[in-house]
């Protein structure tokens, strides 16, 4: 392997790290940490930026860490490299969560590009959609692209069965709301107007008026708690639930926690290519005998890993991500 070679690996992998940052993540607190050794990136969880109370066996945190991972394995494809991914390669190190080498590949595909291109625009949105449907062969298209990662993406179709899941994310939330607990971990990740962390919640990147936007559809979290913070929204086009959806996978191991990380960023960096957008709804996922309840009669026995709505907005939330120098051991 010549010089030339050398460089030109080194500088894939930090791009691809670089890109790993926009994953989306719960809270967006970013739970992890990256080395670069030669030919091959380590991913790691954070233990700093777990969720201990909503989140005590790491599986949001994994979730969030197999969303980079998809993130450093296109841009890899995308630069023409091939990555060689092993997940989950140590049992005796729990906090590697994969490693990856870097190998010559081919010129990336059309598909490959689209979804790369999408890294960086991609938004997580905490409010309403606009009346727009979600056409039928996108949501097809969308299930594929989980499938391809070995996700299950499940459109709700039955107006009941989404009555269900919202009813449920607002028990969930009430119950949260009540738990000093975990009210004080959603608070350390909600970041007041001209704060300049880079990880959290900003302020803009929510509704101000949460009532007014949720009065008969799925809760959001209250990251103000009493404080006039948020964005304004056009409740004239910003009330529509979207398409309810949930996202499963054959297991419930660390593994399937890191593949459904994965095929869920596949399916959002499609969907952003197309316009559409995804508002997630964890708090029934965060209470085990919720999660228990949809996985039995929702789910076909499949665990869920994820809930959310997808569809069209009018307006863009603002992100924020913390530096390469902060996640690179």
Not at 307 to 325: I, K, T, W
Request: hydrophobic share 40%; proline share 7%; glycine share 6%.
């Amino acid at each position: 392997m010549n010089t030339r070679t050398h460089e030109g690996i080194a500088q894939a992998a930090r791009a691809a790290v670089e890109a790993a940052l926009w994953a989306p993540s719960i809270h967006n607190t970013q739970p992890w940490a990256f080395g670069v050794s030669g030919d091959e990136i380590s991913l790691r969880a954070d233990p700093d930026r777990k969720l201990r109370i909503s989140d005590p066996s790491g599986r949001q945190m994994t979730i969030s860490c197999g969303a980079a991972l998809f993130n450093v394995r296109i841009t890899l494809q995308a630069l023409g490299y091939e990555p060689h991914v092993r997940r989950i390669p140590d049992p005796e190190r729990p906090l590697l969560l994969a490693t990856v080498r870097v190998r010559p590949g081919r010129e990336p595909g059309e598909h490959t590009r689209l979804l790369h291109a999408e890294i960086e625009r991609r938004r997580t949105h905490r409010s309403g959609f606009t009346a727009l449907p979600v056409p039928d062969r996108l949501v097809d298209a969308l299930v594929a692209e989980a499938a391809a990662e070995d996700g299950h993406l499940m459109p709700v179709g039955s107006e009941a069965a989404a009555r269900v899941l919202a009813a449920l994310t607002g028990a969930a939330q009430d119950v949260q709301s009540q738990d000093r607990a975990f009210v004080l971990e959603l608070l350390r990740w909600a970041r007041p107007p001209g704060s300049s962390r880079r990880d959290g919640v900003p302020e803009a990147g929510y509704p101000a008026d949460l009532r007014r936007m949720y009065p008969q559809h799925f809760a959001q979290r209250d990251y103000a708690r009493g404080h006039e913070w948020g964005t304004a929204s056009d409740a004239r086009v910003s009330t529509s639930t979207g398409l309810v959806a949930l996202l499963t996978t054959a297991g419930d191991r660390r593994e399937d926690w890191l593949r459904a990380g994965e095929a869920l960023q596949r399916m959002l960096l499609f969907a952003s290519a197309y316009g559409l957008s995804a508002a997630f709804h964890t708090q029934a996922l965060e209470m085990p005998e919720l999660r228990e309840f949809i996985r039995r009669h929702l789910c076909s026995g499949e665990p869920p890993q994820m809930l959310m709505r997808l569809g069209f907005v009018v307006d863009e939330n603002v992100s924020v991500r913390r530096a390469p120098s902060d996640v690179m051991e």
